[in-house]
């Protein structure tokens, strides 16, 4: 029997739309589902005499990235032009950047499903126009609309340390966060904000032997779902290739493949074409950018916690789950709404609770993020300090907390309007523990009797000494006289 | 002359990457006046450019930046004006069959 064991390999290319509000090198503006071909100008078109220039704040956002990225920032980089002819590329090229990108050899960091943190290499981050969007619709004619030429794409490449369609994924879902921390991106996935190209291949070791199988590349993906299902797929076609074929990879036999949605599968699409067929050479249209030391300065000042460090954070200093720590950095407006609060005090899990079960349940119904819902940190610090004094139950503080959205009162003045205030004072529930209990000798009896009666017994009483209070009792302090009554054996 | 700088096969690659139909007595005739450029430039190799740093640009200047603002776009009908076909909002072109763009 022949022993086989092999790894995947990915190397990763993803494009990201950047969230400036005109395009790369004109000032058309970025609007998602204008009318077609409305936001379009000379240079969008390539008309003769149109001269592009750099829009700044893109070239800013690609440092931030770099930089966030672990990147070397480049001191001196230029515009390449990347010929090709397709419809939605009207001027025949793509301004791009070739041997000198915006930011080289950096890492990122994902956390993995153990609890570990895995280093991926990322070999270079530049910064591209995008093309326009061809329709194929029925008939003859394929439609074009060129409101996308020219936004501003920042492609990132890794290194090929990725080794599971798991680990694409979840640097896939990494970098959406880092990008939506740093607001150089909306990264929405419905809109095509973010694109992925894996290169996935094989080291398979058979008969003590390595071998590798040929590298395809799956153009275009935009979903995760999709990414990592086609790694998936990818990976066990590839295995089967081998096994059927014996195919290794060589000079020339890339492919490239595309995905189909609905059957799951890999298709094949053309061979690659070589590099040197873009015939990539200087834009003479474009001045090269020189990034000195003042403006990196600069630039670096708008850096923030990033969401991987934040969510550590939230574990080692305030004692998270990392499940929670996780769901809250998702979103950076709920991770510093939550970090705020904390800070304004109140018990971490309690306002975690209250933020990730009742803030973004209201905040997504109201489709807004968590920290315009009109409450300040200090505002739910205080309803978390309630619940935590036993002044309020968990259930009345949801109801408390969505009265705070439509109302400047504080939480305490809304609990007292709503009557939600526990019952607390230990002499005035004594009272009333008394009194259940001379009403009711036989539930009194067996919920002494030790038996299995008394569980049910001893609930029937807490029921009724909430009724009488009309629920405002703090049932732990109930709970303590009433179990002090019942062992005194009155 | 030597070795032609280039051959019959290579101004046919380099015609279909520019979309240029070209007849084979053009492509005989180019594959000789592309080879004498490229001989003739070639005189620059004589120099020895080991310590000089590539050009980017002819211009001494960089960092033309602009801010990020919007600017009136020329709408959808003066986009297609010079459109050879269209529709009410598109550009048409023939039919695209499989072959992705290569972003």
Known sequence: MTNIDYKVIVGLE?????ATRTKMFCGCELIFAAEPNSRVCPVCLGLPGALPVMNKQAVEFAILTALSLNCKVAEFTKWDRKSYYYPDLPKNYQISQYDLPIGSTGFIEIPLPDGKVKKIRIRRVHLEEDAGKNI?????????????AGTPLLEIVTEPDINSAEEVRLLAIELQRIVRFLGVSEADMQKGHMRFEPNVNLHIKKDNNEYKTPITEIKNLNSFKALEKSVAFEAQRQLAEFLDSGKVMQSGNKKTLGWDDIREVTVLQREKEEAHDYRYFPDPDLVPVV????????IKTKLCELPLTMQNRFVSEYGLSDYDAGVLTADKAAAEFFDNTVKAGGDAKRICNLVTQTGLKIANEKNCKVSQLGISPQKLAELAKMVEAGQISATASVTIFEKMTQSESAPQQIAESLNLLQKSDEGELEKIVDEVIAANPQA???????????????????????????????????????SSKLNKGI | MGQKKIDIEQVRQVAKLARLALSDAEIVQFAVQLSAILEYVEKLNQLDTSKVEPLAHCLPINNCLRTDEIKQSLGTEKTLANAPQKDEQFFLVPKILEEPGGL
């Open chain 1, 14 to 18: 993803i494009h990201v739309q950047l």
């Open chain 1, 136 to 148: 194929h619709s029925e008939g003859n004619f394929s439609q074009v609309d060129l409101n996308r």
């Open chain 1, 291 to 298: 990034v000195n030391k003042k403006w990196l300065v600069e």
């Open chain 1, 444 to 482: 009194v009896e067996d919920a002494k009797s030790g038996d299995k009666k008394s569980k049910k017994a001893n609930g029937f009483l807490m029921g009724q000494v909430m009724q009488k209070t009309k629920g405002t009792a703090n049932p732990q302090v109930v709970a303590k006289i009433l």
